[in-house]
Every structure is written in C-alpha cells, then in structure tokens.
C-alpha cells in the first residue's frame, strides 16, 4: 500500500511545521554540543579531585587521570544526549501527530483512548505490574470504530520462560501496540491467533482462569501457521471469522510496523489485535533520525494497513462482520 502521494501533499501543506521541528532539533544539538564542551574540563576537574583522594599527589601520571576522566565524560555525554533526544521526540510528537492524525480521520491523544485492562479478556498480554500508554488515535471506518496505542509494560522476568538469548535486550519489558475493533456482530464464542510457542502458556492461563473448552483449529494455509497457532472454543466459528483475506492483511501489518509477532483474538463484539514491537511506535522524528517524508508515509502505511483490516472484514462475504449497507472501498486512501 503506497502512500508517498498522500504523504508528499501533506509534507508540503505542512512545511512550516517540518521547518520548525527541524530548527528545534537543530537547536537541541547545539545546546548538547556546548554542554558537552563545558563539560570536557569539568570531567578533567572530577577525575582529577579523585585521584587526589586515591593516589599520592607526588606519584601520580597523565594516565592515572585519562581513564577517568574520559569514562565520566562518556558518561556524562551519553546520558545528556539521551535525555535531548527523549525531550525532542516529545516534542515532535506533540506538534506533528495530532495532524498526521486529524490529516488521517482520527482523534489524536497522549495516553490513549482505551485502558489496557479493557482489553484484559481477551488474554493477550502477559500479567504485569505497570504500565504506560504512549500515544492513542481513534477513528471511524465504515461501519467500524477503531481505537489503537501504543504501550509499554513490564512483568515479572519469570512470566517468560521461553525467552531466548534475543529476547534479552527486552527483559522484563513488553513493548507493543494494542488495536480495537468493535464488531457489528456478537461472537459466541472465543477464537485467538497466536504465537506457536505461547499456545500451551495460554491454555494453562485460561485453565487457571478457569476458562475451558480451548482445543486447537487446524488451518491449510502453512506458510503462516508454521510460526502461528489457533486456538479456539468453537472450530466453525473460528473459521467463520479468520477469513484467508483478513490473515493476509493481519500479517502485512506485522511487516509493516517491523512487529516481532502479531496475535489477533475475537471474542464477544470484539476484535484486539497486539504488536510486539521492539522500539517506540509512531516515532516522527529523534535527534539522531529528524522529521522526514519518509517517517510521514511509514505512519499513513500502518494507519491505512488498519484501515485494510476493517475493509477487508466489512466486504468480505466470509466474515461478515460489517454492518449492513455501510461498506467503504478498500482502496479507499487515508487521508481525507
């Protein structure tokens, strides 16, 4: 799904806005740079006060001092600088999203429109003791409303015991993105794509929960169900509503958010689709990366792969989960 059209009519209707992120980030970087240049015989001062208190006066050399002084100064840098960039990323989320957002149909609010407990029943995140909703957008489509966020939260390290060496960075943490899709029909029972490997944690959740009747759906189409698993409480249902055309849409929008796995569950009226996502989603612009076209079409392409998600459910005649008489072309672009 290309959006650069979209995105380029944007940057340009925008292009105060653009040249001002970009004077900001400049302007954050000259402020670090003299930081860090003010800070250079201050790391000398501090490392040499320590050494004073660890060595004799008379017997120390040049590089009793270096190492010192360059591990503070390191120090000192990097986390000077990583506070500038979280500062600037704020910043440019505050000025550019809402109107990406409002560019395309949706409401725009930090913190989210919806609470990650809301969302709780449907059993795709892990037990945690915190969290943080980043950023939230909200909209309509057709005959569906639609509400996603992104968020952080951290469980207890023993709620992952099939981690692995690659999975070490993000102990701990569970950085994703959670999308909500009321449906125009209530479902009767509970069908849930998942991840192979978390198939047996869940069913030992739901059983502790006391949620029984889970058995495996088995599926022809390999390609994806080498890495993903259905489980479900009824088998038809469970075919009735994870259409071939809506896999393909779920599994493109995992590409395109470079997500490490999807899963996706239907339950009630319901539909909560969960991104595992390794970095800060809807990012628009960092010290290191600054405010671009391309980082504009990236957001318009996860915002329309959502929108191809409920297109694809409201035309579909296998699904049929959109409401009557409202349906929107699925070549429908996002902005307005």
């Known amino acids: 799904m290309d959006h650069f059209r979209q995105s380029e009519i944007f940057y340009n209707d925008h292009a105060a806005l653009y040249e001002s992120l970009r004077r900001h980030r400049n302007l954050d970087l000259v402020i670090w740079l003299i930081v860090m240049a003010v800070a250079a015989p201050v790391s000398w001062a501090v490392a040499f006060y320590l050494c004073l208190q660890m060595h004799d006066p008379y017997k120390m050399h040049g590089h009793d001092l270096l190492l010192p002084a360059v591990l503070i100064y390191c120090t000192f840098g990097l986390?000077?600088?990583?506070?500038?960039?979280?500062?600037?990323?704020?910043?440019?989320?505050?000025?550019?999203?809402?109107?990406?957002?409002?560019?395309?149909?949706?409401?725009?609010?930090?913190?989210?429109?919806?609470?990650?407990?809301?969302?709780?029943?449907?059993?795709?995140?892990?037990?945690?003791?915190c969290h943080t909703v980043e950023e939230g957008f909200k909209g309509r489509r057709g005959s569906f409303d639609i509400a996603f966020e992104d968020f952080v939260i951290e469980p207890a390290l023993e709620r992952f015991p099939d981690m692995d060496w690659r999975d070490l960075r993000h102990a701990g943490r569970f950085r994703g993105v959670a999308i909500v899709i009321p449906l125009s029909k209530r479902l009767n029972f509970h069908t849930v794509l998942l991840r192979r490997g978390r198939v047996e944690r869940f069913l030992k959740l739901a059983f502790s929960d006391r949620l029984t009747g889970f058995e495996r759906v088995d599926f022809p189409y390999n390609a994806l169900y080498r890495h993903y698993a259905v489980i479900a409480t009824n088998q038809v249902e469970a075919r009735y509503v994870l259409d071939p055309a809506v896999l393909q849409r779920l599994m493109a929008l995992k590409r395109s958010f470079g997500a490490r796995w999807i899963e996706v569950s239907f339950r009630e009226s319901e539909m909560a689709i969960v991104l595992n996502y390794p970095e800060n989603a809807f990012e628009v612009?960092?010290?290191?990366r600054p405010v671009s076209l391309l980082r504009t079409e990236a957001f318009l392409d996860q915002v329309g792969l959502i929108y191809s998600i409920i297109d694809t459910m409201e035309l579909s005649p296998f699904s049929g989960l959109g409401g009557p008489g409202t349906g929107v072309s699925a070549g429908t672009p996002v902005f307005k």
């Open 285 to 288: 612009g960092t010290l290191a």
């Open 79 to 129: 986390a000077s600088f990583l506070k500038a960039d979280a500062d600037h990323r704020a910043f440019a989320k505050r000025k550019l999203l809402p109107a990406l957002a409002a560019a395309a149909g949706l409401q725009y609010r930090p913190g989210g429109f919806f609470r990650l407990v809301d969302i709780y029943d449907h059993r795709l995140l892990p037990p945690y003791d």
